[in-house]
C-alpha cells in the first residue's frame, strides 16, 4: 500500500462521518420528522443495549461449561447497574468491563 491509498480512505471516512451527521439537519431543518426517525431517537439506548445482548448471546454454547455464565453475568451486572444509576453509558461500559473480569479471571 502507498501512502496515497491511506490518504484517500482517510479523506473518504471523514465525508462519510460529515455525511451522516449533516444529513438530519438538510432533510429535518423545514419540516418534522416521521414518527419512525422520532421513535429511534427516543429509544436509541436500549435498542443498542438490545442488540449487545444478542450479539453477546449468539455464539454461547450453553449445553457445555460454563454454560454462558460468563456472558450472563455481564448481562446481570449491566442490569444492575442501569437499575442503580439510570444511566446507558455506566450501564454499558461496566457491563463490558464486568464481562471482560471474568474473561480474564475465570
Excluded: C
Aim: neutral net charge; charged residues 15%.
Amino acid at each position: 500500500m502507498n501512502e496515497l491509498w491511506i490518504w484517500e480512505a482517510v479523506a473518504v471516512m471523514a465525508l462519510a462521518n460529515l455525511l451522516t451527521r449533516v444529513a438530519p439537519f438538510l432533510f429535518f431543518s423545514r419540516r418534522r420528522p416521521p414518527r419512525a426517525v422520532i421513535f429511534v431517537e427516543e429509544n436509541f439506548p436500549p435498542i443498542i443495549l438490545t442488540i449487545l445482548i444478542f450479539y453477546t448471546l449468539a455464539s454461547v454454547d450453553f449445553t457445555t461449561a460454563p454454560y454462558g455464565l460468563k456472558e450472563l453475568g455481564g448481562i446481570a451486572m449491566t442490569m444492575l447497574l442501569h437499575r442503580l444509576f439510570d444511566n446507558y453509558l455506566i450501564s454499558i461500559f461496566g457491563g463490558t468491563a464486568a464481562y471482560m473480569a471474568m474473561v480474564q479471571l475465570f
